[in-house]
């Protein structure tokens, strides 16, 4: 609602302009949210408001925080990363609580910081006329996709020892299976982009998101049904 994007963004190519009825139903949806989650904890319900309140302020035009490059960044990872990881393991506890492994929450901030910048690759002319700097900007379109390769890496390195610690390392080689399809896509991007930045493109981050997407509920299926069964 804030950003009015006119070019391509998520997983619209040809995104139409939200109207102010739009803007209410997100602002009720956000409280029954924040009313539901208050039914897990008091804690989860506010983990939840500083989610939505956070995502609010990276693009309210009167604070905007997606204009700083770093720190713009830095919310999203903590958020999407760190702080959902924390809240699904608190929530999903049978006492709620608050002894969360460290390791896992930095490879799910690392697995967002690895893949968000490459949401931006395509938009840094759209974004500067819009007075946005991202990291993705600051990187540079080739400097993004090394970036993203070394985040990627420490999440997976935090992946496994994560699963080393809990002696799951068969769970580690099932997600690196998994994940195979997605690393190759973005090996053979970068490859592209390094010999021509156009192919920073819209279509490509496209498919990266739902192989990615496809990739991780296969991965994280898996391993659910392997715990159960």
């Known amino acids: 609602y804030m950003d009015r994007d006119t070019t391509p963004i998520g997983g619209l190519a040809?995104?139409?302009q939200p109207t102010k009825q739009l803007f209410w139903?997100?602002?009720i949806m956000d409280i029954t949210a924040v009313a539901i989650s208050s039914t897990?904890?008091?804690?989860?319900?506010?983990g939840v408001l500083i989610y939505i309140l956070a995502s609010r302020v990276y693009s309210y035009r009167g604070i905007r925080l997606k204009r700083f490059p770093v720190l713009g960044y830095l919310v999203v990872v903590v958020c999407q990363g760190a702080l959902v990881?924390?809240?699904?393991?608190?929530?999903?506890?049978?006492?709620?609580?608050?002894?969360?492994?460290?390791l896992p929450v930095i490879a799910a901030a690392c697995l967002i910081g690895g893949y968000?910048?490459?949401?931006?690759v395509?938009?840094?002319d759209?974004?500067?006329?819009?007075?946005?700097?991202?990291?993705?900007?600051?990187l540079g379109k080739r400097g993004t996709f090394i970036f993203c390769s070394f985040v990627f890496a420490a999440a997976t390195l935090f992946m496994f020892l994560t699963f080393r610690q809990t002696n799951d390392l068969l769970f580690f080689w099932l997600f690196l299976i998994c994940m195979g399809p997605m690393i190759m896509f973005f090996t053979r991007w970068m490859l592209r982009v390094w010999k021509d930045e156009k192919a920073a493109s819209f279509s490509y981050s496209l498919t990266m998101n739902i192989l990615a997407a496809v990739c991780s509920t296969i991965c994280y299926g898996i391993l659910l049904m392997l715990k159960l069964f």
């Open 122 to 124: 395509y938009q840094h």
């Open 14 to 16: 040809n995104p139409l």
């Open 25 to 27: 139903l997100t602002v």
């Open 85 to 102: 990881f924390f809240l699904a393991y608190h929530g999903s506890s049978m006492n709620k609580t608050f002894d969360v492994p460290l």
């Open 126 to 138: 759209e974004d500067l006329k819009d007075g946005v700097k991202t990291i993705s900007w600051l």
């Open 40 to 46: 897990v904890s008091f804690y989860f319900a506010a």
């Open 116 to 120: 968000y910048p490459l949401t931006q």
